[in-house]
C-alpha cells in the first residue's frame, strides 16, 4: 500500500481506506480455492449457519482466522450470491453449489483435498 501511495502521490491512509472499503480487496492472501457461503436471508432461514460451522471445522479456521495454514482454502460468509432459489448456497471459486447441507459441503471440500494430494 505504500508503494501504491508514493506513486499515486497520496496518503496511505487514503490506500488504506480503499483497501478495506471494496470486499473484492484483501490485506492478507487468500487459498486456492476461496470458499464462500451465503448468509443472506433465503440461505439463512434455510439453514446456513450449520453448513459454516462444518466446514469451519473441517478446515480448522475461524471467524478470525479464514484461511487454512497451507493456503489451500479461504472461507469467507456473504450477504447474497444472488442464487436465493438454491439456497443455501455456497460457491468455491466460481462453481456455484445449491441446496447444501453440512455433510455435501464437507464432501465438497475433502474431493479438493484428494485431487490436490494427487
Same mark, same amino acid.
Given at each position: 500500500? #505504500?508503494?501504491? *501511495? @508514493? %506513486?499515486?502521490?497520496?496518503?496511505? *491512509? ?5 483497501? @478495506?472499503?471494496?470486499?473484492?480487496? *484483501?490485506? /492478507? ?7 464462500? =457461503?451465503?448468509?443472506? @436471508? ?6 446456513? +449457519? !450449520?453448513? =459454516? /460451522?462444518?466446514?469451519?471445522?473441517? =478446515?480448522?479456521? %475461524? /471467524?478470525?482466522?479464514?484461511? #487454512?495454514? $497451507?493456503?489451500?482454502?479461504?472461507? +469467507?460468509?456473504?450477504?447474497?450470491? &444472488?442464487?436465493? &432459489? ?8 466460481? $462453481?456455484?453449489? &445449491?441446496?447444501?447441507? !453440512? ?6 471440500? $475433502?474431493?479438493?483435498?484428494?485431487? /490436490? *494430494?494427487?
Amino acid at each position: 500500500m #505504500t508503494f501504491v *501511495a @508514493t %506513486s499515486l502521490g497520496i496518503p496511505p *491512509a487514503r490506500v488504506f481506506g480503499v483497501a @478495506t472499503f471494496y470486499a473484492h480487496f *484483501a490485506l /492478507e492472501p487468500k487459498g486456492k480455492y476461496v470458499v464462500r =457461503l451465503c448468509d443472506g @436471508t433465503a440461505c439463512h432461514v434455510k439453514r446456513s +449457519e !450449520p453448513i =459454516l /460451522e462444518a466446514i469451519r471445522q473441517r =478446515l480448522g479456521v %475461524s /471467524e478470525k482466522r479464514k484461511t #487454512t495454514p $497451507d493456503q489451500l482454502f479461504t472461507v +469467507e460468509t456473504v450477504a447474497c450470491l &444472488g442464487a436465493c &432459489g438454491l439456497a443455501p448456497a455456497l460457491v468455491i471459486n466460481e $462453481d456455484v453449489h &445449491g441446496q447444501m447441507t !453440512p455433510q455435501h459441503a464437507v464432501e465438497l471440500l $475433502d474431493e479438493i483435498v484428494h485431487k /490436490e *494430494a494427487q
